[in-house]
Nanobody
């Protein structure tokens, strides 16, 4: 499958953005999807993911309560609603897909094999 993240931009602290991840070349069903981000000089980290089997989501502590991930299998798309954005949320955001046997929260970024191009999110006043 191929993935494409979009929806990034410049937003002020406290603002909101909604990222989208569109999937092509296959169906979304059967794949766990993760949202990851990478800030300059830092490693890529998973911030949210959603299971293929039960639709359960898992969030990093840094975004819990502020970000919400959802998927729409009929549209082959996944979304990340980001509220109460902070300057430290500034990063390139990526979506990735993989067929995972266990809860998506147990897997590292390296274990996801299908990546889309990132979208830049900048939180600044």
């Amino acid at each position: 499958v191929q993935l494409q993240a979009s929806g990034g931009g410049l937003v002020r602290p406290g603002g909101s953005l909604r990222l989208s991840c569109s999937v092509s070349g296959g169906t979304l069903g059967g794949y766990a999807i993760g949202w990851f981000r990478q800030a300059p000089g830092k490693e890529r980290s998973r911030i949210a993911c959603i299971n293929s089997s039960d639709g359960r989501t898992n969030y990093a502590d840094s975004v819990k309560g502020r970000f919400t991930m959802s998927r729409d299998n009929t549209k082959n798309a996944v979304y990340l609603q980001m509220n109460s954005l902070k300057p430290e949320d500034t990063a390139v955001y990526y979506c990735a897909a993989e067929k995972l046997a266990l809860s998506c929260g147990l897997y590292t970024p390296d274990e996801y094999g299908n990546w889309g191009q990132g979208t830049q999110v900048t939180v600044s006043s």
